[in-house]
């Protein structure tokens, strides 16, 4: 049965072509959270194989094979960007006035974009295709290089990346401490990439042996990860108790500036209200957290806000909230906005300021190339900034009184791998505030958690994360969740501030382990192809004479 189906796949041409590969790529989206399906990351690479192999023949010139396996690539990418991508959309009807005519762009426009990375991987991949399981390292390789690429061109846009899938169990996320996101997305692709060889290959050994040995590693992935959990009791830091105010605010006419006053007021009722009849609301919090756009005004400029929130504070607290901040530059007209985070002391002052670095782009500005050309036929940022925000110089770590040094993160800035980090000092703790109202009750934010909670496993540091309408939680250097306030609901979370772990070998040794497994999977593929090109099968002649035929008519 397996054979058979996999010899449909490989003789597919023209539009059924496309539509499997595209169905196959959106059966790889349900392995994102929030279903978390990580099997269906295997049928998804499974068809990315048998859709690899009927890209030509020995007999093929080689541009014509690149050329198939690149098309292929695109439907695939396209089927699983759109499906794990759908979402955005939402960000699109919040002010459906202004933006509804450009939902498409937002829900295919941008899959078919991204769709451009794994073309390129199917066709890095069938450039150093090779006969019988070696070509899976060749797979592996092709999109763990595409994936890199999505991740850091343009800006970068590394969501639901690959290893994602491997990256959500507790025991298997542990892998990332050793070789990161990128390597997991390594592991991911090659592994789950092994069912194929049961519908090609005839000899037993290679039919069954890939995917038995694929099995054995994620079962010593997951012994390791269950192995560093045992050993690793995480205690809090002495004297931090933590609050972190979910508002559930949505993103409609209600947030303005005319609404500052009572949103303010709504905010510090929030923040004291007692979870237990044991607590008593603010009185014994040491640090208050609150989300990214906590308010529809610029809070440094607000002394009376800055003073009603002193007066809230017990003494000696600090409130870390996001917060859009305007700074006045000589010689440009209306200064230049930031989104922050800011620390506010019991006595009402500014005390630290982070500025977001990575912004988001149409989000939070628009690309300085395309800026005259879209604001003339009326597109701009999402956001209500004359302009859109400017991206702050460099990732400095905050300095809070009772607080390790924080790592400051706004945003989806969590979701980058290389750029968690600031400059200077090991950090004791990441701060991601987020505002993922703008996606609803969608997956969006459900895949924003994930990401965000890897890194703490590859840094090695607690995550405290306060969003808007959820999810905010608090991670320790494990992934382990201590606590979490869910979707779409108003409330405070009290937590403790779980201590940093060591430094994990991915943060002391780099990609060094990832640049290792790449080598060995490009040697592999190069050692095979010296035992000849493609696999002179039945099934690829059938697809040229198929191929021709089809040229004829």
Not at 422 to 427: A, L, S, T
Not at 455 to 462: F, N
Request: aromatic share 8%; proline share 8%; net charge neutral.
């Amino acid at each position: 049965m397996i054979r058979s189906l996999a010899d449909r796949v490989i003789l597919l041409s023209g539009w059924r072509r496309a539509l499997v590969a595209a169905g196959a790529g959106a059966v790889g989206a349900l392995a994102m959270p929030p279903l978390g399906l990580w099997p269906a990351l295997a049928v998804s690479l499974t068809a990315a194989v048998w859709l690899l192999d009927g890209t030509g023949s020995a007999r093929d010139r080689r541009g014509a094979t690149l050329r198939r396996a690149a098309v292929a690539g695109w439907w695939w990418g396209f089927g699983y960007h759109a499906a794990g991508l759908w979402w955005i959309g939402a960000a699109f009807l919040v002010e459906a006035d202004v933006f509804a005519w450009l939902l498409p762009a937002g829900v295919l426009g941008l899959p078919a974009v991204l769709a451009v990375f794994p073309a390129l991987g199917f066709a890095l991949a069938r450039l150093l295709w090779s006969p019988g399981p070696a070509r899976l390292f060749g797979l592996a390789l092709g999109l763990t290089l595409s994936e890199w690429l999505r991740g850091h061109l343009f800006t970068g846009f590394p969501w639901n990346v690959f290893g994602l899938a491997l990256g959500q169990n507790l025991w298997l996320m542990q892998t990332a401490s050793l070789v990161g996101l990128w390597g997991l997305t390594a592991i991911a692709t090659l592994l789950l990439a092994t069912p194929a060889t049961l519908g090609t290959e005839d000899r037993r050994a290679a039919r069954f042996g890939p995917p038995a040995a694929a099995s054995c590693l994620l079962l010593l992935m997951a012994a390791f990860g269950a192995l560093r959990l045992e050993g690793s009791e995480v205690e809090p830091v002495a004297g931090v108790k933590l609050r972190l105010m979910q508002p559930n605010l949505t993103q409609d006419a209600k947030f303005r500036p005319a609404q500052g006053g009572a949103i303010l007021s709504g905010y510090l009722a929030l923040s004291d209200r007692p979870t237990s009849p044991q607590t008593s609301g603010l009185a014994d919090v040491t640090h208050l957290v609150w989300p990214e756009s906590a308010f529809p005004f610029l809070l440094h400029r607000e002394p009376n806000a800055l003073a009603q929130i002193a007066e809230a504070l017990p003494p000696g607290a600090v409130l870390l909230t996001g917060a859009a901040r305007q700074e006045q530059v000589p010689g440009e007209r209306g200064g230049r906005f930031y989104n922050s985070i800011q620390a506010i002391s019991s006595d009402g002052a500014v005390t630290a300021t982070y500025d977001k670095v990575h912004l988001v782009p149409f989000g939070e500005y628009v690309p300085h190339l395309l800026d005259s050309m879209l604001r003339s036929i009326g597109i701009r940022e999402f956001v209500h900034i004359p302009g859109g925000f400017t991206p702050g110089e460099r990732r400095a770590p905050m300095r809070i009184e009772g607080l390790p040094l924080v790592a400051g993160s706004v945003c989806y800035e969590a979701i980058f791998p290389d750029e968690v980090l600031p400059e200077g000092p090991r950090p004791g703790l990441i701060l991601n505030v987020t505002n993922d109202g703008w996606f609803g009750r969608t997956p969006g934010p459900y895949q924003h958690l994930a990401q965000a909670r890897l890194r703490s496993v590859e840094t090695g540091l607690p995550l405290v994360r306060a969003a808007n309408t959820g999810i905010s939680a608090v991670i320790d250097p494990y992934g382990r969740v201590w606590g979490s306030l869910p979707l779409g609901q108003e409330g405070v979370l009290d937590s403790g501030l779980p201590a940093a772990a060591p430094p994990p070998p991915q943060i002391r040794f780099g990609n060094v382990l990832l640049i290792l497994m790449l080598a060995l999977y490009g040697m592999a593929t190069l050692v095979a192809q010296g035992v000849g090109y493609l696999p002179s099968s039945v099934r690829q002649t059938e697809f040229l004479a198929n191929e021709e035929g089809r040229q004829r008519r």
